[in-house]
């Protein structure tokens, strides 16, 4: 069965700290994969996404993820964290032929000062 | 600006009520969607719809009712056998099946409350 997984529910770190979420997906070919942050009462916002080619992608404010097909992981990273990116992000993906996304139960990231 | 618009932000039902959320979008995608987001589980499909007047059920379709007459507009109806309704409810939308897919854009959330 096609899933994306987020192994970690909570994360914190302190302000300027690097920060990695991980993200894990079952799928027997290359998915399309993206990552969305929401802040509290909010709607998602899109950080970045992977369909081919260079697996290392830049997305906004600071973030980048790389695509790693022998581990299935798509791992979003920051080298420093800043208190506004406190907030759920969510690991998704697309399979091409599905008509929807999939997404992960997400992981909350605190940033203490 | 092109974008998604839910409404109303808040919602508050009575039991036994069917209360309907309003989703538009003025990107012309074809693809919409209505995800529903409890703490601690993510976000999961109730329905979904690829053209306008067609939709299928998503994850958890049981309790609520669409329709998509028209291409901007996917409102969804809780009724009164969704048995526990509150929730955040999110609307999204997408270029759709048969292309590149790109990302979901969202709307802002209705938070629905039964009373």
Known sequence: AQSVTQPDIHITVSEGASLELRCNYSYGATPYLFWYVQSPGQGLQLLLKYFSGDTLVQGIKGFEAEFKRSQSSFNLRKPSVHWSDAAEYFCAFHSGSARQLTFGSGTQLTVLP | ?115
Not at chain 2, 5 to 14: E, G
Not at chain 2, 28 to 53: E, K
Request: proline letters at 4%; aromatic letters at 12%.
């Open chain 2, 1 to 115: 600006d092109g974008g998604i618009t839910q409404s109303p932000k808040y919602l508050f039902r009575k039991e036994g009520q069917n209360v309907t959320l309003s989703c538009e979008q003025n990107l012309n995608h074809d693809a919409m969607y209505w995800y529903r987001q409890d703490p601690g589980q993510g976000l999961r499909l109730i329905y979904y719809s690829q053209i306008v007047n067609d939709f299928q059920k998503g994850d958890i379709a049981e309790g609520y009712s669409v329709s998509r007459e028209k291409k901007e507009s996917f409102p969804l109806t809780v009724t009164s056998a969704q048995k526990n309704p509150t929730a955040f409810y999110l609307c999204a939308s997408s270029t759709g099946q048969g292309r590149s897919p790109t990302e979901a854009f969202f709307g802002q959330g209705t938070r629905l409350t039964v009373v």
